[in-house]
């Protein structure tokens, strides 16, 4: 019997919901859908990092990579991004932003798959993704 | 080499194609995509549960609980969620009936990740849900 | 240590961004969101198979068996499968040429789990597939 693990970075609000920011078991790590939400704040409502599609990326990809360690794996052990705009006309923004984040965290090892799909999402969310990591 | 194995709850209808409603293969199991639909009844087509997304959200629970548990699997296996709804303002109505419902369920190990995103779906289905389950 | 290693298909464009077409590792294979795009001619841009929802979905099948064969898998290992339509009204056809292709293909066995949902898309683009296989 392996245990599963909550994952709760302690920059993560609570999740709105009976589910977890994470979970591992054994050495599959899934990420929840992470959106563009500020580091929590004590008595404040979630935040979005900024209005802008280059603010909400960045902070959303932060917020996996808070994930990811917060469960003991890194950007290298990620083998499916799962990437949700509201917008098609965003892709191209989406990945030079993508691009230059993951040219920032030298990778080690080859680049997670990944799938974009355009949906909706509430308030003035342009971004979430979640991730699925295989360790070791 | 590890048998794959088909998941083909008693109430379920046949699938509209050929999947299967869930596959497990050593310790991983999927579960397809789920919605409201009544238990399977002989010369009847698929009708969800009731118009509501209460009706709704509880139905399609339970058809993804019956492919877990026919598959050898229970809540507390399910590494990840993925809710599928269609209006962005039923998310704190889903969440009030996804967490009575975990509540009744007596779960012994943290909640499943979760990703929620607004889709369209077919019909006047509200909410379609898929998990992933890794056991032992 | 596992190796992850990155799938990419002689018949694939490059990604257009910093991800992997496909990624294994160990038994885990991970096929990135593909679409109708046809097999890649050197100095041409990405160009679907045709307007219509069959060339595209045959075209997209293909794409995804492409990366599952170069990363030494078949059909046969796939658990999953995630179908994004964008437009309701094409479920019925697309399991009509989905159930003929996969009755081509000989699955030795039973056929995966299966999520379809329906979102946008850029361009012409009408379905996009992903894929997780487990081999062995």
Known sequence: MTDKIAITPATHTDPPAKFSHGVRK?????????VGFLPHV??????????T??????QTLENV???????GATWDDVMM??????DTTHFEEMNEIYN????EQNLKEVPS????VYVGLPGD????????AVLG
């Open 26 to 34: 054994g050495n599959i790590l899934q990420v929840a859908g992470q």
């Open 42 to 51: 004590d008595g404040q409502e979630p935040t979005p990092a900024g209005p």
């Open 53 to 58: 599609l280059r603010e909400q990326t960045l």
């Open 65 to 71: 990579r808070s994930v990811l360690e917060a469960g």
């Open 81 to 86: 991004l799962r990437v949700y705009l509201t």
């Open 100 to 103: 230059a984040y993951f040219e």
């Open 113 to 116: 798959a990944r799938t974009t």
């Open 125 to 132: 969310l342009l971004i979430e993704i979640d991730a699925l």
